[in-house]
C-alpha cells in the first residue's frame, strides 16, 4: 500500500497548549482524512478534506489539505485532557480503499 | 442504533486453531470492510465487501476468509492462526464509496495467538 509518513510519532500536551501534527505522502491523494482513537475504542473521523489547499474546522480541530496534495496538518487549540488518544491521518487509494499514517499518540504532559 | 458491534472483545487462540471474529451493523449500510491494527503501523485493510454477496481482497489478506451473506453481517474467519495474526482488527461500514461516506468503526477484537 501507499506509505503515509505522519509526525510526530508521539507528543506531550499541557492544557492550553496548541499542538500541531502532519501526515507526508509520495503519492498524490484527492482526499485527506483525519481520525481520532481513543484508548479501547476505533477511529472516528474528525474532518475529512476533498480539495488541495482546503482549510476546515472542526471547534478546535483545523486540518488543511496541503496544495501539492501530498501532505495534510492537523492542529489542536488550546488543548483539553480529552484530547489525549491516537491521532490518525489516511489518504483515500480509491472509491473503497483508504491508506493510513501510523499515527501520533497525544498523552498530557505530568 | 447500536452502530458497528464486533464479537469478541478478546480472544486467545493456539497456532493451527481457527475462529471466526463477527461484525454487525444496523445502519443498512452497503459497505463493510475489516482492518487490523498493530502496533507502529496504521490501519491496513484485509477484505471488503460493497453489498450482499460480493467481497474483495484488500491489502493483507493472506490466512483470512470472508463472506458477506446479508447486508448486516461480515464475518472474518481466521482459517489456521498463526502468531503473526496477533493484532486488534476492526470492523467498519459506511452508506457506500468511502471516498464520500463516512466510515464507523466497532470498538475492535484484541486477538493474540500462542
Known amino acids: 500500500g501507499q506509505q503515509l509518513n505522519q509526525s510526530p510519532q508521539s507528543m506531550f500536551i499541557q492544557e492550553g497548549e496548541d499542538v500541531s501534527m502532519n501526515c507526508t505522502s509520495s503519492s498524490i491523494f484527492n482526499t485527506w482524512l483525519w481520525y481520532k482513537q481513543d484508548p479501547g475504542e476505533g477511529p472516528v473521523l ?22 501539492t496534495r501530498k501532505d495534510s496538518f492537523l492542529n489542536i487549540s488550546a488543548s483539553i485532557p480529552s484530547d489525549v488518544g491516537i491521532y490518525f491521518c489516511a489518504g483515500q487509494v480509491s472509491d473503497y480503499k483508504l491508506s493510513f499514517g501510523a499515527g501520533t499518540t497525544v498523552t ?3 | ?7 469478541p472483545k ?45 467481497t474483495d481482497q484488500g491489502e493483507v489478506p493472506n490466512g483470512y476468509n470472508v463472506s458477506r451473506s446479508t447486508t448486516e453481517d461480515f464475518p472474518l474467519r481466521l482459517l489456521s492462526a498463526a502468531p503473526s495474526q496477533t493484532s486488534v482488527y476492526f470492523c467498519a461500514s459506511s ?20
Open chain 1, 46 to 67: 474528525l474532518i475529512a478534506l476533498y480539495k488541495a489547499g482546503e482549510l476546515t474546522s472542526n471547534g478546535r480541530l483545523t486540518a488543511q489539505f496541503g496544495i
Open chain 1, 108 to 110: 498530557v504532559r505530568a
Open chain 2, 1 to 7: 442504533n447500536a452502530g458497528v458491534t464486533q464479537t
Open chain 2, 10 to 54: 478478546f480472544q486467545v487462540l493456539k497456532t493451527g486453531q481457527s475462529m471466526t471474529l463477527q461484525c454487525a451493523q444496523d445502519m443498512n449500510h452497503e459497505y463493510m470492510s475489516w482492518y487490523r491494527q498493530d502496533p507502529g503501523m496504521g490501519l491496513r485493510l484485509i477484505h471488503y465487501s460493497v453489498g450482499a454477496g460480493i
Open chain 2, 95 to 114: 452508506r457506500g464509496k468511502t471516498i464520500y461516506n463516512e466510515q464507523f468503526f466497532g470498538p475492535g477484537t484484541r486477538l493474540t495467538v500462542l
